[in-house]
């Protein structure tokens, strides 16, 4: 069977030899994809080397379609797929977003700390006055 196609085909193997040079494979690489029909093409419509202002136009529009298919599309689907990578790792909790709390001795002698340094000096200056004695006790 044909690779490209999946055609079955039938070679006899006797008269088959191994292609050994670079040329000889790309030019059955290029065979191997070639129909009838695209050989029929080609003579029809035979390609001359002159360029007229209408193929340099219609390549001139051409030109961001291609950018586009080329650029555009693959840089947005793989930021696509980044940002879904981290959002799933941002909603999941995983590293490096992960967010862990731990309720030990040392972080409850750490808070009251910073409650007794900072909780008068607070009250002073953004508590009412009715609020004192109720900060004293807290203190």
């Not at 690489?29 to 007229?52: C, G, L, V, W, Y």
């Not at 001139?60 to 586009?68: E, K, Y």
Request: with cysteine.
């Amino acid at each position: 069977a044909r690779e490209d196609t999946g055609a079955q085909q039938r070679a006899d193997t006797e008269w088959m030899e191994p292609i050994k040079s670079a040329t000889a494979i790309e030019a059955a690489a290029r065979a191997a994809f070639q129909t009838s029909r695209s050989e029929a093409q080609k003579e029809i419509h035979p390609k001359d080397e002159t360029n007229t202002f209408s193929e340099f136009f219609l390549k001139a529009l051409s030109w961001p379609v291609i950018c586009c298919r080329n650029k555009v599309i693959p840089f947005y689907r793989r930021t696509r797929a980044t940002s879904k990578k981290h959002i799933a790792l941002m909603l999941y909790g995983d590293s490096p977003y992960a967010c862990k709390l731990r309720a030990t001795g040392i972080n409850l002698l750490a808070l009251c700390s910073f409650v007794y340094l900072f909780l008068e000096v607070v009250s002073l200056a953004f508590f009412p006055a009715r609020t004192d004695f109720a900060v004293a006790v807290v203190g």
